[in-house]
């Protein structure tokens, strides 16, 4: 069955640097999504991206869909502290979205 | 825009007991709500996926007879845990996706609070 699995697992940050977190799927996905999830708190959904090849950006966030359709990425720059959190991506195919196991940021002033 | 309320937010109780979970959309109406169960520091395991007005359909290895998915209205679905017992204990957390009818997996999914279910 469809796997989409997440690295790092864990990113520990110094503030002001940026970092990246890298999905892959085992099957070519639809499209792909990118949940957000603070500390204590429910995933908050970020953003979609549907076509091959395809980079949106929110701010200090770029988030990249690989031209096979398979992998995606999420790069942050000058990572601040309100970045703290596990991001998820999660990957439509075989109709069902599949969750990553999600990268869990931590950050130090 | 767009809040979904899950309800309760924790629940402790004895093995054997039946618990039921409220999930409920808010301000829109959610064609379809999903059932997840989250392990700590682990990803969100989809249990099941249910329509308004139709039976859900569970994922491979979630007992249907053990999770009762109901989803009477289209801002409402509850899932109940039958006779839990103590490997039941679990986060649970509701997500919906709506109101554009179609494909729901196009559609980002919002997400409740979660319950955080214990059993002794």
Known sequence: ?????????????????????????????????????????????????????EVKKQKRLTFQFGEAKKNSSLHITATQTTDVGT??????????????????????? | GAVVSQHPSR???????????EC???????????????FPKQSLMLMATSNEGSKATYEQGVEKD????????LTLSTLTVTSAHPEDSS?????????NPGYFSNQPQHFGDGTRLSIL
């Not at chain 1, 790092?8 to 892959?24: I, L, R, S, W």
């Not at chain 1, 991001?87 to 002033?109: E, H, I, N, P, Q």
């Open chain 1, 1 to 53: 069955g469809q796997q989409v699995m997440q690295i790092p697992q864990y990113q520990h940050v110094q503030e002001g640097e940026d970092f990246t977190t890298y999905c892959n799927s085992s099957t070519t996905l639809s499209n792909i999504q990118w949940y957000k999830q603070r500390p204590g708190g429910h995933p908050v959904f970020l953003i979609q991206l549907v076509k091959s090849g």
């Open chain 1, 87 to 109: 991001y998820f991506c999660a990957g439509l195919g075989d109709y069902k979205l599949s969750f990553g196991a999600g990268t869990t940021v931590t950050v130090r002033a």
């Open chain 2, 11 to 21: 629940v402790i109780c004895k093995s054997g007991t039946s618990v039921k979970i």
């Open chain 2, 24 to 38: 409920r959309s808010l301000d829109f109406q959610a064609t379809t709500m999903f059932w997840y169960r989250q």
């Open chain 2, 66 to 73: 053990k999770f009762l998915i109901n989803h009477a209205s």
């Open chain 2, 91 to 99: 986060f649970y957390i509701c997500s919906a996706t709506g109101p």
